[in-house]
């Protein structure tokens, strides 16, 4: 995991997306055939594409955090996963001392055919976190672990039973809030890369290229039709 503060500097920060991307050159290719999709970008292209991002969009989310958050959490960091078998993904945590990080894998950042889409994914990423919907997930899934455990044990169930069910509840309820939270984030996202300068439009169109999780039960993401309606009515609400 390569660290990247959130430097002002755009040089550094080139030549160290390039190294990993180079580093990476058997990241894997996803065979586009739709007419209209546009071309992937060449390692140096890639590198350069995602420095200008961080350093556009980044500003942008810790004006947002700051602005919603009152504990201060919002120094944010990005963190490169250069493991070249690293599926494409982006998402968010927090470092030990409860500060953002947002991850991204080489693959995804190889596969980010224009900044609007990178800017999108990014946005979306950081809204997860000024929305506090990790905070979110916890609390819910630590009341339905309750909830659960408890109806297990008025029931007479067996002490591994009802540690069964604790765990079963946990997991069904903290579930069952993802596509609400993935929405949220989409919302806020649209926001933030459209003042950061960016089109969300053409950022979540990054959603046609990927397998749409249509309405799998208890799955963990909208379908995409549901996404870009919500980037629609984002950008119509600013």
């Given at each position: 995991m390569t660290l990247i503060s959130p430097a002002r500097l755009l040089r550094p920060l080139v030549a160290c997306v390039l190294a990993l991307l180079v580093a990476g050159c058997d990241l894997p290719q996803t065979g586009d055939t739709q007419p209209g999709t546009p071309a992937r970008l060449g390692s140096e292209a890639a590198a350069r594409q995602f420095a200008l991002v961080v350093q556009t969009v980044e500003p942008e989310i810790e004006r947002y955090c700051r602005a919603r958050r009152a504990d201060g959490r919002c120094a944010f960091r990005i963190a490169i996963d250069h493991r070249r078998r690293s599926a494409p993904n982006a998402f968010q945590t927090l470092d030990e001392n409860g500060q953002p990080v947002l991850i991204f894998t080489l693959a995804l950042i190889a596969d980010m055919r224009n900044p609007d889409e990178l800017a999108f994914v990014m946005a979306h990423e950081a809204s997860h976190h000024i929305l506090?919907?990790?905070?979110q997930q916890r609390r819910y899934a630590e009341q339905g672990a309750r909830e659960y455990a408890e109806i297990a044990a008025r029931s007479g169930a067996s002490k591994s039973a009802v540690r069964r069910a604790s765990a079963m509840g946990a997991a069904f309820t903290a579930r069952s809030y993802s596509k609400q939270f993935e929405l949220q984030a989409d919302a806020l996202g649209t926001r933030i890369a459209f003042t950061a300068g960016y089109d969300p439009l053409?950022?979540?169109?990054?959603?046609?290229?990927?397998?749409?999780?249509?309405?799998?039960?208890?799955?963990?993401?909208?379908?995409?039709?549901?996404?870009?309606?919500?980037?629609?009515?984002?950008?119509?609400?600013?």
């Open positions: 506090d919907h990790l905070g053409i950022g979540a169109q990054y959603f046609t290229r990927i397998p749409d999780p249509g309405e799998e039960f208890l799955g963990s993401h909208p379908p995409n039709s549901e996404r870009m309606a919500t980037v629609r009515q984002a950008l119509a609400s600013m």
